[in-house]
């Protein structure tokens, strides 16, 4: 018996009451996306993804309306975030069942230079930038100063995150991931960040730069057990896909795997399915936030979206009678908004497999957490074993 947990990271359904602290009133990334791309989903619509309810619009559904069918077979519904803030650890640990209070801490005015001075003097080279800015803008601005000096180029956005940048023709890779190592150790306490994020890159022939598939997170652990320790300890698989492990640090996860793309991620996801383990496969696909979201190229990301609903028959041709499919994201990432980072936004699920309801409504949930409550009980039977969520096994099993 698996649940299948898959990330579609960023694609949120509609700004959340509270957007406008965030800077981020009217963000709807899948609304937008659709009002620049015609996006064909025939799978993603037959599991309910239009049909979701959207009270505050006057269409009454997400994007307008414009993707429901008349009879969905999935369960569908979308959910608020408890959590302070909209970064990817924020919405990963609130759907694995922990609040996060306070928001990590960020900084839009570069890191403090007492930090960045321990930086250079622990890792034996200079930095360059220490800036908020786009990851694909910055290595053509810096890339030709840190290709001639070997200093590696130090960014954030308006996540906290500590981003490294090199050309791994000058600082080899194995060495970026040391640099991120040391400044992951300097970054607690008064300095505080959520993650370090490993940002290697090539360039070609053409002098194009483009960083590669060797993205490597550094992340903080969670401060209490998730549903990934429930799972785990209850003698179940629990089996990371994409950045999962790096989200929680490794944290109640029993085996993991690297991927390179979507589509990589979705292939392993079906491999993973076929093995022979019970618990829980969680999957993210990062393409969706990370070359579309936060590049703002909403034709893009449709397409990324069309790519993954084209394979969606494959996944849930692979469960089996007792595996259940739950389809989520962690946050928003409106391609039409102001900026470059995420928004503050309602999530979908939606949900399929043998051992569940067709066509079952959820409404809107008021936390992440009800999924992760969900999936715990469902493979293990108990209730209430995270700090926050509430199951909703009882409304949607057949």
């Known amino acids: 018996m698996k649940a ?3 990330i579609m990271d960023s694609l949120g359904v509609g700004e959340l009451p509270d957007a406008s602290r965030y800077s981020d009133a009217g963000a709807d990334t899948l609304g937008h996306i659709l009002d620049n791309y015609p996006l064909d989903i025939p799978n993603l619509r037959r599991l309910g993804i239009g049909n979701i309810e959207r009270p505050e619009d006057p269409s009454g559904l997400v994007a307008g309306g414009r993707l429901a069918v008349d009879a969905p077979v999935g369960v569908y519904g979308r959910l608020a975030e408890q959590s302070a803030g909209k970064d990817t650890i924020t919405g990963h640990w609130e759907i694995a069942g922990i609040e996060t209070e306070v928001p990590f801490k960020t900084y839009h005015n570069g890191f403090p230079q007492e930090l960045m001075d321990e930086f250079e003097r622990r890792i034996g080279r200079g930095y360059l930038g ?15 100063e840190h290709e001639t000096t070997g200093k590696v180029i130090v960014y954030t956005s308006a996540d906290s995150v500590f981003q490294i940048a090199a050309n791994t023709d000058v600082v080899p890779l194995d060495e970026l991931y040391r640099i991120c190592e040391i400044a992951r150790e300097l970054l607690v306490g008064e300095y505080s960040c959520g993650r370090v994020i490993a940002r290697p890159y090539v360039k070609g022939p053409d002098g194009k730069r483009t960083r590669t598939a060797d993205r490597h997170d550094y992340a903080v652990s969670p401060p209490s057990d998730t549903i990934l320790d429930v799972i785990s300890g209850a003698g ?3 089996y990371s896909i994409g950045k999962i492990r790096d989200i929680f640090n490794g944290k109640g996860i029993t085996e993991a795997v690297h991927t390179e793309s979507n589509d990589d991620g979705i292939t392993k996801t079906i491999e993973a399915i076929e093995k022979d383990f019970d618990g829980l496969i969680f999957t993210n696909l990062v393409d969706f936030d990370s ?14 979206i069309e790519a993954f609903d084209r ?9 089996k009678d007792d595996d259940i499919l739950i389809i989520t994201a962690d946050h928003g990432n409106d391609p039409v908004h102001a900026g470059f980072d995420h928004t503050r936004e309602y999530i979908f699920c939606l949900m399929s ?7 079952y409504d959820l409404g809107t949930r008021r936390t992440y957490a009800d999924i992760g409550a969900t999936i715990a009980d469902y493979l293990t039977g108990r209730k209430g074993a995270t700090e926050i969520g509430e199951s909703f096994l009882d409304l949607i099993r057949a």
């Open 4 to 6: 299948v947990l898959v």
């Open 130 to 144: 220490n800036c908020v800015a786009s990851g694909t803008e910055i290595i053509e601005e810096l890339g030709d």
């Open 236 to 238: 179940q698989t629990v």
């Open 291 to 304: 070359k579309y979201g936060h590049r703002r190229d909403p034709v893009g990301y449709g397409q990324a």
């Open 311 to 319: 394979r969606l028959p494959e996944i849930l041709a692979a469960l």
């Open 353 to 359: 497999g043998k051992a569940l309801k067709e066509g």
